[in-house]
């Protein structure tokens, strides 16, 4: 297993690892259940790949920060799937939170997500979701609703095996 910091070049193997965060100041009072985060881990399971975790936290950057640095740092899970918190609204800080801990960008991911979901509904260009690398973690935003969480998660599942391989450590190349 190649941990940061480690100076080995021996990939991690196995099943990917996701964590799940869903961010919701309703689901985080238990008004409200986790129909988002369960919908995201159906699929992830579906793809042969392992939940390590999934949370529910309140519309608060700071928290929403600390556990993606948590998830990545500590956990290091190849992948965190956020849902909720992507919106207009005031309390949507999902975003922010998101590009606070990130190293690196990978803007494909979202921009994927937003380009095919306006094939569903012109309201996919409110999404302001953000995608990018934490260490050997990649952090993708997906939207609160279960349809358009599901949705999106299915627009960049293809692509997700071949990036999470190489923050992995896979080195061959990427042209087909």
């Not at 899970?77 to 990130?102: C, K, Y």
């Not at 190293?103 to 990018?132: D, I, Q, W, Y």
């Not at 990036?163 to 992995?168: F, H, N, T």
Request: proline share 6%; aromatic share 2%; net charge neutral.
């Amino acid at each position: 297993m190649k941990m940061r910091g480690s100076g080995e070049d021996a990939t991690r193997q196995g099943p990917f690892r996701v964590a799940i965060l869903t961010v919701s100041d309703k689901g985080a009072a238990g008004e409200r259940e986790d129909l988002s985060g369960r919908a995201v881990e159906e699929l992830v399971l579906r793809e042969g790949w392992k939940v390590e975790v999934r949370e529910v936290v309140p519309d608060e950057a700071v928290i929403v920060e600390e556990r993606l640095r948590y998830f990545c740092d500590r956990l290091r899970v190849d992948l965190v799937l956020t849902t909720g918190g992507t919106g207009m609204s005031p309390r949507d800080v999902t975003p922010e939170a998101t590009r606070r801990v990130l190293e690196k960008e990978a803007p494909g991911f979202a921009e994927a997500m937003r380009a095919a979901s306006l094939r569903v509904t012109p309201h996919a260009m409110l999404s302001r979701a953000v995608s990018g690398i934490r260490g050997s973690t990649l952090i993708v935003n997906l939207p609160g609703s279960p349809k358009g969480a599901r949705e999106n998660l299915e627009v960049i599942i293809p692509a997700l095996p071949h990036g999470l391989e190489k923050l992995r450590g896979d080195t061959g190349e990427c042209a087909g």
